[in-house]
């Protein structure tokens, strides 16, 4: 039903110091797939991420992407490979506008006309965006700020998007709204999507599959219909 | 009058040389949070560049101005040289140590790099050979601006502009803001930091060697521990103006220059420094982030 492997992460033990570390997280994640990671604050959710994008070093373990291996490439080769992300607190530049942004997003590609369609993609996503493409990043609220880092990453049209807390600090509307942003971005280009979330719930609605993590540990890991009705999760991260 | 406008004119063109120096201080400040204390060596590097490049060529009979461009030039990639390695070795591999590190190492290669311009050339004072010439255009306003102090001018204007359009259209003028701004993020969207960061000591070690070269033709002198003072001055004017901005970098120079030059005009060039220093201390005291620097609100 899925692709190849899009990504896989073999036993990876990642960290600084002892913060946040992985203790052992292997995952796959297929072609087209949209799969959540989620977990307790502390679990190590935006530690791998970072350990995929090469913020973070891996002490052990393999990460695949499409079979090649990625650990300990720069951070710039593996968003050059097609993984962007949208980390957590969005990280926009305040200091730059709206269209500086953008251009950032799409910093590592060449591809004129290509970069010109997308941007069209974008502000036809988000007029708002247009409107206010000379004004400073940081004068936009928190959920346009969401929307200008998800359109930021999409700049780089990457094959695999992570995403990092995407609703955190929204409004109920304007999450349902993002969640509803990311199944449209997946379905119509076909990109595959890492979602941490501490918000279970919305995650697991849009997901296909989802991986629980606890202390640097996948523990558990099923289709995200039967995590939902599974009475731990309910427990523990659904507030059932 | 012509009093006040000759010292007013003075005191702009030695705040152009600040600001020469201060932009090297407050780009790398923007992009790794160091101050980079070899900084006033690279100056004096340049000084000295292009003192061998001019005193060599002025030998042969070329002509003034053909002296110029190329002493310009090859103290700007020669001083370009010494920034690079300067950041590859000595900060380089203290970028995840605790900020003290790379500081106590910014002073080990600024005595390094005095000591060895001492030893390599000499601890006397050199002449440096007059590059710029009186022009005659400017014998009726002569005794309010002369002629190297136009050329400053000039010069610095037209590097300030060139800065600028730099930093804000292209692409590793985006990439130095990018970087400045997030570094985290800056990795994320591709941005080979390491690159950046050697593009800022390139940059402002280049504009300190302009400022060398033009400062020495101007004073007419240089020695092993020219880059010292002026470092000091130019770090003062950095953060007059606020560390980590550009325009802050220039007004704070400017302010700077200003006050010395009036200073010394109208109480005692003895007093220079301490009306210098205390401008810092008060602009400390009412604005600690300088005046155009942002408050130093960490997010969490």
């Known amino acids: 039903m899925w692709g190849d492997a899009m990504l896989e992460l073999k036993n990876i033990q990642a960290g600084y110091g002892n913060v946040h570390a992985l203790r052992d997280v292997s995952l796959t994640i297929h072609t087209g797939e949209i799969i959540t990671l989620i977990g307790a604050n502390g679990a190590g959710k935006s530690t791998t991420l970072m350990a995929i994008s090469g913020i973070v070093p891996c002490r052990g373990g393999q990460i695949l992407l499409q079979g090649r291996e990625i650990q300990g490439l720069a951070p710039d080769r593996i968003v050059a490979m097609g993984v962007s992300q949208v980390p957590e607190g969005r990280h926009i530049f305040a200091g730059l506008t709206v269209q500086e942004n953008l251009d950032l997003g799409s910093f590592l590609r060449t591809d004129k006309a290509g970069i010109r369609q997308d941007l069209d993609y974008v502000y036809s996503l988000f007029p708002f965006l247009a409107e206010r493409r000379h004004q400073s990043g940081g004068t936009l609220s928190g959920g346009e700020q969401q929307m200008l880092a998800m359109s930021r990453a999409l700049m780089a049209r990457p094959r695999l998007l992570l995403l990092d807390e995407p609703s955190m600090g929204l409004a109920p509307l304007m999450i349902k709204q993002i969640f509803a942003i990311i199944k449209a971005i997946n379905k119509e280009h076909n990109t595959t999507i890492f979602l941490v979330e501490q918000n279970a719930h919305q995650a697991l609605h849009i997901a296909d599959r989802g991986y629980v993590l606890e202390n640097g540990r996948i523990v558990l890991t099923d289709s995200a219909e039967r995590l939902l009705n599974n009475p731990e999760v309910q427990k523990a991260y659904l507030g059932i | ?300």
Do not use: C
């Open chain 2, 1 to 300: 009058m012509d009093y006040f406008i000759e010292l007013f004119l003075s005191g702009l063109t030695r705040g152009s040389i600040y600001a020469l120096i201060a932009l090297g201080y407050t780009m790398v400040y923007g992009i790794i949070g160091l101050i980079n204390f070899a900084h006033g060596e690279i100056y004096m590097i340049g000084a000295f560049t292009s003192f061998i490049v001019a005193t060599t060529l002025s030998i042969y009979g070329f002509p003034l101005a053909a002296i110029v461009v190329v002493a310009g030039v090859a103290a700007a990639i020669w001083s370009s040289a010494y920034g690079y390695t300067v950041e590859q070795i000595a900060y380089k591999p203290l970028r995840h140590a605790p900020r003290l590190a790379p500081l106590i190492s910014a002073i080990g290669m600024s005595i390094l790099l005095q000591n060895y311009v001492l030893l390599a050339q000499t601890s006397d004072f050199l002449p440096f050979p007059k590059l710029i010439p009186e022009f005659a255009f400017m014998e009726p306003v002569a005794h309010v601006i002369g002629s190297s102090d136009l050329v400053i001018l000039i010069t610095t204007a037209m590097i300030m502009l060139a800065l600028t359009l730099l930093i804000k259209f292209t692409r590793i003028g985006k990439a130095m803001r990018a970087t400045a701004q997030d570094r985290t993020m800056a990795l994320l969207v591709g941005i080979n930091v390491d690159r950046v960061i050697s593009a800022t000591f390139i940059l402002g070690s280049a504009l300190a060697a302009i400022g060398g070269l033009l400062i020495a033709s101007h004073i007419g002198q240089i020695n092993f521990a020219i880059g010292f003072i002026a470092g000091i001055k130019a770090f003062t004017a950095a953060v007059l103006g606020g560390i980590g901005s550009i325009p802050g970098a220039v007004l704070g120079s400017l302010v700077l220059g200003l006050t010395e030059s009036f200073a010394t005009g109208y109480v005692s060039s003895d007093y220079e420094d301490v009306f210098a220093f205390s401008l810092l201390v008060l602009i400390l005291i009412f604005k600690p982030s300088g005046l155009l620097g942002k408050a130093d609100t960490k997010k969490v």
